[in-house]
């Protein structure tokens, strides 16, 4: 995880209205955008007030940031906690992964708290967008489209999956090559639909690590020598990847694939789509809800 939870100091407000009555918070790490909707109309006061919450957030984070860098299964979830750390070791604890921390879901964590807390306070359509870590709360007869990219680093999506609130998706997030946060494996993207935010960015993570084979052309260092405060020091991750053959790209998909699949089974995730330089899987429990653009 590369994230720094410490705070910025600005010359202008944190927390702006865009034209589309969309808020952005723009503190620290945090680049995150609020659309709150009432049956086709923004809700501006409640988004504002969910900006606020963000804020407060990470300043807890930054507090408990000793925590959250130990590595989940090492840790018991503690009352005095508060509710996002408690939800981020909840998260990867499910996972059962040995190396993840529960700094592996902690954009998609704090979606879904400030979402949570929105939501309970009106609107029939409240999205959280945290660097594409994305919570959706939807009522009944409301409906969203997500775009997915093959590529992170990609300007446009490669397909669109249309969410309402009979579909069970409460939150989608993307991990890979060029994102925000360190990965072991290979994929340009590997996006992952859960019932929230928080199980979709730990299982993102997850299988983003998976996709993951030896060649030559992949170049890889310790994660301390690009981070030196990182959580996973003494992991090896992914700097850059060169032209690889299309049996080592069908391996890598398989194993991102195979581990999607695990975690479906376990009913942690909805489903995952997984792309590596060019070549696309998904888990066919996205069959009906992908489009391609």
Not at 4 to 24: F, M, N, R, W
Not at 55 to 83: G, H, M, R, T, Y
Not at 203 to 209: D, F, P
Request: charged share 25%; net charge negative.
């Amino acid at each position: 995880m590369r994230m720094q939870l410490a705070e910025k100091i600005y010359s202008h407000d944190p927390i702006q209205v865009l034209a589309s009555g969309t808020v952005l918070v723009d503190y620290g790490p945090m680049r995150m955008f609020i659309t709150v909707m009432e049956k086709g109309k923004p809700i501006i006061s409640l988004a504002k007030e969910g900006a606020c919450l963000a804020i407060q957030i990470l300043e807890d984070l930054a507090e408990f940031l000793p925590v959250i860098k130990i590595k989940s299964q090492e840790l018991k979830i503690e009352e005095a906690f508060p509710d996002v750390v408690r939800r981020m070791i909840e998260a990867t604890k499910k996972m059962g992964e040995p190396d993840l921390t529960p700094l592996a879901a902690v954009a998609g964590t704090t979606s879904d708290r400030v979402a949570d807390f929105i939501f309970s306070r009106g609107g029939t359509k409240v999205i959280v967008d945290n660097g594409g870590d994305i919570a959706i709360r939807l009522r009944e007869g409301e409906v969203t489209r997500i775009g997915v990219k093959t590529d992170i680093q990609a300007r446009d999506p490669d397909y669109l999956i249309t969410v309402d609130s009979t579909t069970g998706i409460g939150g989608v997030a993307t991990s890979g090559l060029g994102g925000r946060s360190f990965t072991k494996g290979i994929a340009s993207a590997a996006t992952v639909l859960a019932e929230n935010a928080s199980l979709a960015d730990a299982a993102a993570t997850v299988v983003g690590n998976f996709t993951n084979v030896d060649d030559p052309n992949i170049t890889r260092t310790l994660a301390e020598k690009i981070y030196p405060d990182t959580d996973i020091a003494g992991e090896w991750v992914t700097v850059e990847v060169g032209k690889l053959s299309s049996e080592k790209i069908e391996v890598a998909l398989n194993r991102g694939l195979s581990k999607a699949y695990s975690i479906f089974q376990k009913r942690w995730i909805q489903g995952a789509l997984i792309a590596v330089q060019g070549n696309v899987a998904w888990t066919d429990s996205l069959d009906s809800l992908l489009k391609k653009l």
